[in-house]
């Protein structure tokens, strides 16, 4: 993210969180069947399946669409142009490494980047239960799929980021993909603004 983008939020006073109501061991068996998956032809294409990035019990739980060939080729969600973007946007909320997780809809990286619905349907339960096992306050859906998959009546993508939707557990607040951000001026203003406003919001839900 750009320099223009200064520290302007806050989540506000920190609230103790609970560890993972689920054994570690059950994220570790989690993370196992998804890095030994085969169930659809992505698992066969991949170099790396991707599972999660963060803390084991985290406030904030940012779920993206679908690895590229940089999280492909780590094994870890955002880690290439878009995750520096996100990284930023994550610092200028004042979320501490263990407030936040990041993770994808999809494990395996499709080709071309083409987000693939029919892997999406097979990698649905690991999603649902990653969830489950993490148990965030609020659920950050970055892009259109993303979206899509935690709330399939909303509006398109860009009527709906920037404010929580309806009431939702965990709560859940849309953004843009941060790769747009990259793409354009106007675009860059909305992802910083729509931060901006995440921001204010996660104030709000500390007080």
């Known amino acids: 993210m750009s320099t223009r983008f200064r520290r302007s939020v ?10 993972p109501r689920s054994p570690r061991s059950e994220w570790d068996r989690l993370s196992a069947k998804i890095r030994s998956c085969r169930k659809c032809p992505l698992g066969t294409l991949r170099t790396h399946a991707v599972v999660y990035r963060g803390g084991p019990a985290p406030r904030v739980v940012f779920v993206g669409e679908a690895p590229g060939a940089e999280e492909d080729r780590v094994g870890l969600p955002f880690v290439g142009r878009s995750g520096r973007e996100l990284d930023s ?28 619905r029919s892997a999406a349907r097979t990698c649905r339960p690991y999603l649902d239960r ?9 659920v950050v859906t970055l ?3 993303a979206l899509a998959a935690f709330d399939p009546s909303a509006p398109p993508m860009l009527a709906a980021a920037g404010a929580p939707r309806r009431p939702a557990n965990p709560a859940h607040f849309p953004l843009i993909h941060p790769a747009a951000a990259l793409r354009s001026r106007r675009m860059r203003e909305r992802w910083e603004r729509d931060v901006r406003a995440l921001g204010r919001w996660l104030t709000e839900r500390a007080a």
């Open 143 to 145: 892009g259109a799929r």
């Open 10 to 19: 806050s989540s506000g006073p920190r609230r103790p969180r609970a560890r």
């Open 130 to 138: 990653q969830i489950a096992l993490l148990h965030p306050e609020v």
């Open 89 to 116: 946007a994550i610092a200028a909320l004042g979320l501490t490494p263990e407030e936040f997780g990041i993770l994808n809809v999809l494990k395996c990286r499709p080709p071309e980047n083409r987000f693939d």
